[in-house]
């Protein structure tokens, strides 16, 4: 029998799973305590039990169609900025929500460039809300990633594959049939369950492009009964119903191998012979064309039309961007802190990583709502804002830290578990000497996510919130409801430089003497 | 002495069988086909297999339930003997405190241990900038100031060409040599049992034998022993 000498003690792991538990269970019990029966729900409520399957369909299935092309584009061509383009694709999963929404705005809105376009031909301008706009934001967060899950797909043919392809004359159509398309059944469900899984919860979006009896997510029902109706009850079985979805999607998308986000093979690009004729080139430079521009555009309109409105921003701004930036690195700090231990203790018990990966499944706002309820009992909810904000996004943020501090804490027992064994490493020592050292980058990382996900929160910071307390992103809601756009670009642009700097620094944190 | 009392381990369906002595100060090949179970032979003595029956002892001292670093055995593995992300010293530092707080007087001992390894004045590198060949040097310099009696190599330096190995294994002889210890290595080359054995353990199919003198084994090879060299 083989055995392990190193032991570490359980507790640090046990209480940040039963933190997680109690975030997750628990919430959604204090929930259910409060729910009534099923007919308080009003035809409008059901109305958004349908507009979040349909909209959350729809966003996936564009994302993953839109994804095929530019994938097999990248993955097939080399080109200057190709690498700039595979990291950028990386980026919207860090962006905060309410930038990427003023972005498409200033793009896609009534007084947005496209709309701008189309008067010069004499056509009506194009309307950002409702149903179109929510699925459109969703796309320009999901596709991104989709392409990075299908260019791994890619990446991950032996090139022999199509040497054998060449040799054989296969033209571009018959490498998709015989190659291409194995490679993408096995992978597009599970990239499809996934950004199914995300557009579910979304919140943010359909607050800010939603509303109406057409376009609110079950999510944004929650938020409207709570705040608007202070309507517990009603708002409890929302969260219910919220949850079920989310379960089911994550059950279904068991069923296939979902892909996992990694760094690996997307830098390789495979010398294709099939496709050196003139149109696979033009459509590949379409979509690579495309795709940037859907991409960039948003972001480029944050930052020309942030410009000058960054210089006069009222006081309220900086302060909450202050209280942001305390909160983010509050997140930070428990999501890393919470994710270490439970990842130590994974060594010796499995089953707590899994325990810490449940949060993919939770809501956010089912969360916000289960504490507030259980705040409430005791005190003014109100006061501890900033301190749920922190840890609800640390929480949510630990399926993806875990997923990064995993496998380098298992590689480092593999590779110097016998060695430290024999050498009498235990306990602080093993982790000051080995662990932590080989930790660094993925650490690095982590709270960089943790920090820039938390920066960018507009979801249960508004259950929350006094007025006059409020975060950098829901200032900036604020500023565009009351339609001051060129305040809310600036901020937008702060907020997009403080998240993008913050992971930046921490992500550097962990790269350096690595 | 090193006593192998009627062990046994069954790992699936293989079955480790051992039952010998190992007399102090001896250097001893443990040869075999691969999968033959050499490295799970090792890995017994050095605790990080418990068998399922049997004893093994030391100097009369039971060592069957100790954890490997209570038992008087130092290591070289067949990769992974150095952490990449430390010097040389702290490398070598380990084997004498494995937190790493070290005296004035154990820090001399370190950088003594690396000169006689050929190493001085390379405290501060690391692995990553040592060749594979001062690799091997630095961890026998652990070896060295971990001053234990018994000494488990596994096929360390099989990574490196043939002059170089033949280097490696001198080097490892002189370290045994200064300990007065007792020293296992785990090969598959002759020439290497040429150069460093006075006996060897044959194992086949689980099956270890006892020690025998390589001068004698070499004129009555066991069956299997003819087939492997050829």
Same mark, same amino acid.
């Given at each position: 029998?083989?055995?392990?000498?190193?032991?570490i003690?359980?507790w640090?792991g046990?209480?940040?799973?039963?933190?997680?538990?109690?975030l997750?269970?628990?919430?959604?019990?204090?929930?259910?305590?409060r729910a009534?029966?099923?007919?308080?729900?009003?035809?409008f409520?059901?109305l958004?039990?349908?507009?979040?399957?349909?909209?959350?369909?729809?966003?996936?299935?564009l994302?993953?169609?839109?994804a095929?092309?530019?994938?097999r584009?990248?993955?097939r061509?080399?080109?200057?900025?190709?690498?700039l383009?595979i990291?950028?694709?990386g980026?919207p999963f860090?962006?905060?929500?309410?930038?990427?929404i003023?972005?498409?705005?200033a793009?896609?809105?009534?007084?947005g460039?496209?709309?701008i376009?189309l008067?010069?031909?004499?056509l009506?301008?194009i /309307?950002?809300?409702g149903?179109?706009g929510?699925v459109l934001?969703?796309v320009f967060?999901?596709?991104?990633l989709?392409?990075?899950?299908?260019l791994?797909?890619?990446?991950? *043919?032996?090139a022999?594959?199509?040497r054998?392809?060449?040799s054989?004359?296969?033209?571009?159509?018959?490498? #998709?049939?015989?190659i291409?398309?194995?490679?993408?059944?096995? *992978?597009?469900?599970?990239? #499809?369950?996934?950004?199914f899984?995300?557009?579910t919860?979304s919140f943010?979006?359909a607050?800010?492009f939603?509303?109406?009896p057409?376009?609110?997510?079950?999510?944004?029902?929650?938020y409207?009964?709570?705040r608007?109706? #202070?309507?517990?009850g009603?708002?409890?079985?929302l969260?219910?119903i919220?949850?079920l979805i989310?379960?089911l999607?994550v059950v279904?998308?068991?069923?296939?191998?979902?892909?996992q986000?990694g760094?690996?093979?997307?830098?390789?690009?495979?010398q294709?012979?099939?496709a050196?004729?003139?149109?696979?080139?033009m459509?590949?430079?379409?979509w690579?064309?495309?795709?940037?521009?859907?991409l960039?555009a948003?972001?480029?309109?944050?930052?020309l039309?942030?410009?000058?409105g960054?210089?006069?921003?009222?006081?309220?701004?900086?302060?909450?961007?202050f209280?942001?930036?305390i909160?983010?690195?509050?997140?930070?700090?428990?999501?890393?802190?919470?994710?270490?231990?439970?990842a130590l203790?994974?060594l010796?018990?499995?089953?707590?990583?899994?325990i810490?990966?449940s949060?993919i499944?939770?809501?956010?706002l089912v969360?916000?709502?289960g504490?507030?309820?259980?705040?409430?009992?005791?005190?003014?909810?109100a006061?501890?804002?900033l301190?749920?904000?922190?840890?609800?996004?640390?929480?949510m943020?630990m399926?993806?830290?875990?997923?990064?501090?995993?496998p380098?804490?298992?590689?480092?027992e593999?590779?110097?578990?016998?060695?430290?064994d024999?050498?009498?490493?235990t306990g602080?020592?093993?982790?000051r000497?080995?662990?932590?050292?080989?930790?660094?980058?993925?650490?690095?990382?982590?709270?960089?996510?943790?920090?820039?996900?938390?920066?960018?929160?507009l979801?249960v910071?508004t259950?929350?919130?006094?007025?006059?307390?409020?975060t950098?992103?829901l200032q *900036?809601y604020?500023?565009m409801? /009351?339609?001051?756009?060129?305040?809310?670009?600036?901020?937008?642009?702060?907020?997009?430089?403080?998240?993008?700097a913050?992971?930046?620094?921490f992500?550097?944190w962990?790269?350096?003497r690595? | 002495m090193?006593e192998?009392?009627?062990?046994?381990l069954t790992?699936?369906d293989?079955?480790?069988?051992?039952?010998? @002595?190992?007399?102090?100060?001896?250097?001893?090949?443990?040869?075999?086909?691969?999968?033959?179970?050499k490295?799970?032979?090792? =890995?017994?003595?050095g605790?990080?297999?418990?068998?399922?029956?049997?004893?093994l002892?030391w100097?009369?001292?039971?060592l $069957?339930?100790a954890?490997?670093?209570?038992?008087p055995?130092?290591?070289?593995f067949?990769?992974?003997?150095?952490?990449a992300?430390?010097?040389?010293?702290?490398?070598?530092?380990?084997g004498i405190?494995?937190?790493l707080?070290l005296?004035k007087?154990?820090?001399a001992?370190?950088?003594?241990?690396?000169?006689a390894v050929?190493?001085s004045?390379?405290?501060?590198r690391r692995?990553?900038?040592? =060749?594979?060949?001062?690799?091997?040097r630095?961890?026998?310099?652990?070896?060295?100031?971990?001053?234990?009696?018994?000494?488990?190599?596994?096929?360390?330096? =099989?990574?490196?060409g043939?002059?170089?190995?033949?280097?490696?294994?001198?080097?490892?002889?002189?370290? =045994? @040599?200064?300990?007065?210890? @007792?020293m296992?290595?785990? $090969?598959?080359?002759i020439?290497?049992?040429d150069?460093?054995a006075?006996?060897?353990?044959?194992?086949e199919?689980?099956?270890c034998?006892?020690?025998?003198?390589?001068?004698?084994?070499?004129?009555?090879?066991?069956?299997?022993?003819?087939a492997?060299?050829?």
């Open positions: 029998m083989a055995r392990r000498v190193f032991s003690t359980l640090p046990i209480i940040a799973a039963a933190l997680v538990t109690a997750t269970l628990g919430t959604l019990g204090a929930v259910a305590i009534e029966s099923f007919s308080a729900l009003s035809r409520d059901w958004a039990v349908r507009f979040t399957v349909v909209q959350a369909l729809l966003s996936a299935l994302s993953v169609l839109f095929i092309p530019a994938a584009a990248l993955a061509r080399n080109f200057a900025g190709r690498g383009l990291t950028l694709l980026a860090i962006l905060p929500t309410i930038v990427a003023l972005g498409l705005t793009v896609f809105g009534r007084s460039f496209v709309s376009v008067g010069w031909a004499g009506e301008p /309307s950002i809300y149903f179109h929510v934001a969703h967060f999901n596709l991104p989709a392409t990075r899950l299908l791994q797909g890619w990446g991950a *043919i032996p022999e594959r199509f054998l392809a060449s054989l004359h296969f033209a571009p159509k018959d490498v #998709f049939h015989y291409e398309l194995p490679m993408l059944r096995e *992978i597009v469900p599970g990239a #499809f369950a996934v950004i899984l995300i557009c919860t943010a979006v607050l800010t939603g509303g109406g057409k376009a609110t997510t079950v999510e944004l029902a929650i409207e009964a709570f608007y109706d #202070f309507n517990l009603k708002a409890s079985l969260a219910l919220q949850v989310c379960v999607a279904a998308s068991l069923r296939f191998r979902v892909p986000m760094t690996g093979g997307l830098n390789r690009v495979v294709r012979f099939d050196r004729n003139m149109p696979t080139r459509l590949d430079l379409f690579i064309v495309a795709v940037s521009l859907f960039l948003p972001l480029l309109a944050i930052a039309r942030g410009a000058t960054i210089v006069d921003l009222p006081a309220s701004v900086w302060s909450a961007a209280r942001s930036l909160t983010a690195l509050g997140s930070a700090a428990l999501a890393v802190l919470m994710s270490l231990a439970l203790s994974a010796r018990w499995r089953g707590l990583e899994i810490g990966m949060s499944a939770a809501s956010p969360m916000g709502t504490l507030y309820i259980v705040l409430f009992a005791i005190t003014d909810p006061n501890w804002a301190p749920i904000t922190a840890l609800v996004n640390a929480v943020s399926p993806f830290i875990l997923r990064a501090l995993g380098a804490l298992s590689g480092a593999r590779d110097y578990g016998r060695l430290a024999s050498l009498g490493m602080l020592s093993r982790i000497l080995v662990l932590l050292p080989r930790l660094r980058v993925p650490m690095g990382f982590s709270a960089g996510l943790a920090a820039a996900l938390s920066m960018g929160d979801g910071i259950l929350f919130a006094r007025p006059e307390a409020a950098l992103p *900036i604020r500023l409801g /009351s339609y001051r756009m060129d305040q809310a670009m600036g901020a937008a642009l702060l907020l997009l430089g403080l998240s993008l913050l992971f930046y620094i992500d550097l962990g790269k350096r690595a | 090193l192998l009392q009627s062990i046994r790992q699936g293989f079955t480790l069988s051992a039952d010998l @002595t190992i007399p102090v100060g001896a250097r001893v090949a443990v040869v075999g086909p691969s999968g033959a179970g490295s799970t032979f090792l =890995s017994l003595i605790g990080f297999e418990a068998p399922d029956e049997g004893r002892l100097n009369g001292q039971e $069957t339930k954890l490997p670093h209570e038992r055995i130092s290591h070289l067949q990769d992974n003997n150095l952490f992300h430390m010097s040389a010293a702290q490398n070598v530092g380990l405190r494995p937190n707080r005296t007087a154990e820090q001992r370190v950088t003594e241990a690396l000169s050929g190493l004045g390379m405290e501060a692995p990553a900038e040592l =060749s594979g060949g001062q690799q091997s630095v961890a026998l310099a652990r070896v060295l100031v971990q001053e234990k009696p018994l000494i488990l190599l596994d096929e360390p330096f =099989s990574a490196l043939p002059a170089m190995r033949g280097e490696m294994i001198g080097l490892a002889k002189e370290v =045994s @040599t200064r300990l007065s210890a @007792t296992l290595m785990v $090969t598959h080359d020439a290497d049992v150069r460093f006075d006996l060897v353990i044959w194992i199919d689980g099956v034998l006892p020690p025998r003198n390589w001068e004698e084994m070499k004129v009555d090879p066991p069956q299997g022993l003819k492997y060299i050829g």
